[in-house]
T-cell receptor, first 112, second 114 residues
Framework: GDSVTQMEGPVTLSEEAFLTINCTYTATGYPSLFWYVQYPGEGLQLLLKATKADDKGSNKGFEATYRKETTSFHLEKGSVQVSDSAVYFCALVNFGNEKLTFGTGTRLTIIP | EAGVAQSPRYKIIEKRQSVAFWCNPISGHATLYWYQQILGQGPKLLIQFQNNGVVDDSQLPKDRFSAERLKGVDSTLKIQPAKLEDSAVYLC????????????FGEGSRLTVL
């Protein structure tokens, strides 16, 4: 079945550091890929998405590129802020399945 | 636009007791989902409704969990009897269309079973 593997956390960085959170997936066909974020005390919310190979999703300074050859969708940000502290989830949905499958999440803490 | 509303936010019960969670999706969203998120794990889909019909309940433990969506709007998720391993956050989400992966989540209902 479909699955998503994320780098284990927690991840702690200093403000203005470069961020990468790794995500790889296993799926048949051509899934759509997502990053969701959960800020403290809030519900999950969609951060960005990509629906086909080589697409780049971006939002709030975060980017992720759909790499079919490496089955990856790594999340990056050039300069993190304290307000980026949250739990980040990689997810996929496969055509015809409709079920959004999540990774285990990566907790990110940014230190001033 | 109002978001997805869930209640209660927190619930503590003893094993073998029952509990019910309520969800009100975003107005106009035909698809509603219940996810279970155990500490340290990603959310797992329990059940998906399209209007008031069930689309997927393959991972719902039907011997103790039940869910309904009356009139295609609000939904309730019930657990009876609860087990220790049911301790989790129960997330409700809704979406405008099926299969897009673009879900809007509520803040969740945290259940602790003692």
């Amino acid at each position: 079945g479909d699955s998503v593997t994320q780098m284990e956390g927690p991840v702690t960085l200093s403000e203005e550091a470069f961020l990468t959170i790794n995500c790889t997936y296993t799926a048949t066909g051509y899934p759509s890929l997502f990053w969701y974020v959960q800020y403290p005390g809030e519900g999950l919310q969609l951060l960005l998405k990509a629906t086909k190979a080589d697409d780049k999703g971006s939002n709030k300074g975060f980017e992720a590129t759909y790499r079919k050859e490496t089955t990856s969708f790594h999340l990056e940000k050039g300069s993190v802020q304290v307000s980026d502290s949250a739990v980040y989830f990689c997810a996929l949905v496969n055509f015809g399945n409709e079920k959004l499958t999540f990774g285990t999440g990566t907790r990110l803490t940014i230190i001033p | 636009e109002a978001g997805v509303a869930q209640s209660p936010r927190y619930k503590i019960i003893e094993k073998r007791q029952s509990v019910a969670f309520w969800c009100n999706p975003i107005s106009g969203h035909a698809t509603l989902y219940w996810y279970q998120q155990i500490l340290g794990q990603g959310p797992k889909l329990l059940i998906q409704f399209q209007n008031n019909g069930v689309v997927d309940d393959s991972q719902l433990p039907k011997d103790r969990f039940s869910a309904e969506r009356l009139k295609g709007v609000d939904s309730t998720l019930k657990i009876q009897p609860a087990k220790l391993e049911d301790s989790a956050v129960y997330l409700c989400a809704s979406s405008l269309a099926r299969g897009t992966g673009e879900l809007f989540f509520g803040e969740g209902s945290r259940l602790t079973v003692l």
